[in-house]
């Protein structure tokens, strides 16, 4: 009996440690990343770059909220880097235009809602295939974009309130990172200690099952839509202070940005399946990459070959990880 | 109403196509008097050839039931590869080989990683389309390669003409014939099928699904990258971005195919990649911006999935005949 117990608990233990290797996998990446590239570089932790880095890892948080509950919740966006650079580009037109900055910000989310509805409305009301619907609403948001500035981009004299709120510090760090924080520990809450949050995790395992439960499964997934439409517009709307300017063609560099941060996120903690707490850690590992890579003077295709061979692994490792724990979790 | 929808459906589906066609062959007639012009529909048939070639790829990958959103990345890898071997002095026909086996290579890749490595389609052809884009600028650090291209003569493959079809029809013709017979006259098209609908009924019949995963993969990337040597040769110059701009009219055409043929086939997305052509040549020579078109073209995207959606249909067929649906 004993020596059952005592194999039992060795097997455990044994375990515990491959379990936390593959849980905080993750934040050790993201801890030698910071280091290594403080050694290389010294200047890489200096003031002025941690505090840039923080406000551009903020802003990508941010964009990135709404996309990583949907893809916890089984389905896929891929509209929300065109939405943001569409607010990007209105809010920009719109200050140009004479409007002040609050209605110009005021038409950047509305933006966002727009196309949340008609993501939602097409995804989760009328089940049409969200990768191609979303595709379609991004190519559209996209090329609207593009048409505000007559396809070049807009450059701005002001950044107006958002881009004071911007650019304000609380000691080294500034205020929005401060918000994006709050936020996230908010999400935090709602994903992992409300039912709302287990709503999620249970449709992307079996969305029958949760609609046989009775959940509105419909109404919820038209409401993950509406919140990645807001959430990628605001991030477009602190795009243009923090650029002062609108760039039609924003969007490209946050779309593998996003996927990668949500999935590579998702193998934090909770083997493959996207939570907050791993997003933020991903944006930070990719906003370290890509000031680091600067520093060293990397070129832009480098960075691209490695920020697609971390989601392509990211990817690998959480299947590999969750087929070898499934029947441990 | 009623008598009309009592015809044999392919006939509807048919005649719903031709009807379209028409409408939009007639709205840029009336705008742009040179749209049914010789000179311009072979420029919209030229236009088609590119954009089918992709197409036709894909409809391998949508018919097993899986996406590759890498096809664009990996054209331009692809158009770099074509081009920086035509400007070291290798032979036409080497530096096409090359080019199509990157395609070939990075299908496979795409397909062991999903298929045999179980790993999620989009998400995986997201990560290799980024690789492959990363990887094309190494070639010429981003500039575009047009050296040696005017000896090599690939510019033959845009300009010759073979009884009166311009060479890029001829090219997709014949490809669409290799894809019609695989796809459709052959047991292997019935297991590319099967794969789609039932992967586990599949596998009980003898089909070796994986094996078909991976083929649809590979071939999306050798057609994506055929594509791409249609288009390097009709501008003259292989160019990093040079893919980016296949990935909506393709998946535009293989949706609009099947939403009006009711599931993907070789007829099918060569008929929506028809409509896209005569779609977007009227607004280049109504000199359009792309912008715009690219906002219609978003937007038949979405009308085409949305009408018909077989859901969408049955609902309102059901408000047509004054019967609510039942629940």
């Known amino acids: 009996m004993t020596v059952l117990t005592d194999n039992a608990r060795d097997h455990r233990q044994r375990f515990d440690l491959q379990t936390f290797l593959v849980r905080f996998g993750l934040f050790f990446l993201l801890a030698a990343t910071l280091i290594l590239f403080a050694l290389l570089r010294p200047t890489f932790i200096s003031v002025g770059n941690i505090n840039d880095m923080m406000r551009s890892a903020s802003i990508a948080a941010i964009m990135f909220l709404g996309l990583t509950w949907i893809v916890a919740a089984g389905e896929i966006d891929v509209s929300f880097m065109s939405v943001a650079a569409l607010a990007n580009m209105l809010v920009a037109g719109l200050v140009q235009a004479g409007f002040g900055w609050p209605v110009a910000s005021l038409g950047g989310l509305a933006v966002g809602v727009v196309f949340g509805l008609v993501n939602g409305g097409l995804v989760a009301i009328f089940r049409l295939p969200a990768l191609v619907i979303t595709i379609a609403t991004g190519g559209l948001a996209g090329s609207i974009a593009a048409a505000i500035g007559l396809g070049t981009s807009i450059s701005l004299s002001s950044t107006g309130f958002v881009g004071a709120a911007l650019q304000t510090n609380i000691g080294i760090i500034p205020l929005v990172a401060l918000v994006v924080?709050?936020?996230?520990?908010?999400?935090?809450?709602?994903?992992?200690?409300?039912?709302?949050?287990?709503y999620l995790y249970a449709m992307e395992q079996n969305r029958a099952a949760v609609v046989e439960a009775g959940i509105p499964v419909n109404r919820i997934l038209f409401l993950l839509y509406i919140l990645s439409g807001v959430a990628s517009a605001v991030a477009g709307i602190l795009l243009t202070a923090d650029l002062s300017s609108g760039q039609p063609y924003i969007g490209g560099s946050y779309f593998i940005d996003g996927l990668t941060s949500v999935l590579l996120g998702g193998m934090a903690?909770?083997?493959?399946?996207p939570n907050v707490v791993g997003t933020i850690a991903a944006v930070l590992l990719l906003a370290a990459l890509l000031s680091g890579a600067a520093l060293l003077g990397w070129t832009d295709s480098q960075r691209q070959i490695v920020r697609g061979m971390l989601l392509l692994f990211g990817v690998a490792f959480v299947v590999w990880a969750r087929r070898?724990?499934?029947?441990h979790i | 109403m009623t008598e009309a929808l009592k015809l044999p459906p392919i006939l509807l589906r048919l005649g719903a196509f031709i009807g379209l066609l028409a409408v939009i062959a007639a709205v840029f007639q009336f705008f742009a008097p040179a749209y049914l012009s010789n000179a311009n529909l072979h420029a919209l048939l030229r236009h088609m050839?590119?954009?089918?070639l992709a197409a036709i790829g894909l409809t391998f990958v949508i018919v097993v039931r899986h996406f590759d959103l890498s096809f664009p990345g990996v054209a331009s890898l692809g158009a770099m590869t074509l081009g920086w071997l035509l400007a070291m002095g290798?032979?036409?026909?080497?530096?096409i080989s090359g080019g199509i086996a990157v395609g070939v290579l990075a299908g496979v890749i795409n397909g062991t990683a999903v298929a045999y490595f179980k790993l999620p389609d989009i998400v995986t052809t997201i990560a290799t389309g980024g690789v492959a884009v990363g990887l094309s600028y190494f070639y010429s650090n981003g500039t575009s390669i047009s050296e040696?291209?005017?000896?090599?003569?690939i510019l033959d493959l845009n300009d010759a003409k073979m009884l009166t079809l311009d060479m890029p029809v001829v090219i997709l013709l014949c490809s669409a014939v290799v894809a019609f017979i695989i796809l459709h006259a052959s047991r292997y098209g019935r297991a590319f099928y099967a794969t789609g609908e039932n992967k586990l009924s599949a596998i009980f019949s003898g089909v070796?699904?994986?094996?078909?995963?991976?083929?649809?993969f590979a071939l999306c990337g050798a057609s994506a990258c055929l594509a791409i040597t249609l288009l390097v040769a009709s501008s003259g110059a292989a160019n990093v971005t040079a893919g980016s701009q296949l990935l909506m009219p393709a998946f535009a055409a293989v949706y609009l195919g099947a939403a009006l043929f009711g599931a993907p086939s070789i007829p099918a997305t060569l008929a929506g990649t028809l409509l896209m052509s005569a779609m977007l040549n009227g607004f280049t020579l109504l000199a359009i911006p792309y912008y715009y078109s690219d906002a219609i073209v978003s937007t038949v995207l979405i009308g085409a999935i949305a009408i018909f959606d077989p859901k969408l249909t049955a609902m309102l067929t059901g408000m047509v005949t004054g019967r609510t649906t039942a629940r």
Do not use: C, D, P, W
């Not at chain 1, 924080?181 to 287990?198: K, P």
């Not at chain 1, 903690?269 to 399946?273: A, I, M, S, V």
């Not at chain 1, 070898?324 to 029947?327: D, F, G, H, L, V």
């Open chain 2, 148 to 153: 040696n291209f005017f000896m090599s003569g």
């Open chain 2, 208 to 216: 070796r699904v994986k094996a078909y995963i991976l083929a649809a």
């Open chain 1, 181 to 198: 924080v709050v936020l996230y520990a908010i999400a935090y809450f709602i994903q992992e200690h409300l039912t709302f949050g287990h």
């Open chain 2, 90 to 95: 290798h032979g036409l026909g080497v530096s």
């Open chain 2, 49 to 52: 050839s590119v954009n089918g």
């Open chain 1, 324 to 327: 070898k724990n499934r029947a």
């Open chain 1, 269 to 273: 903690l909770k083997y493959g399946k």
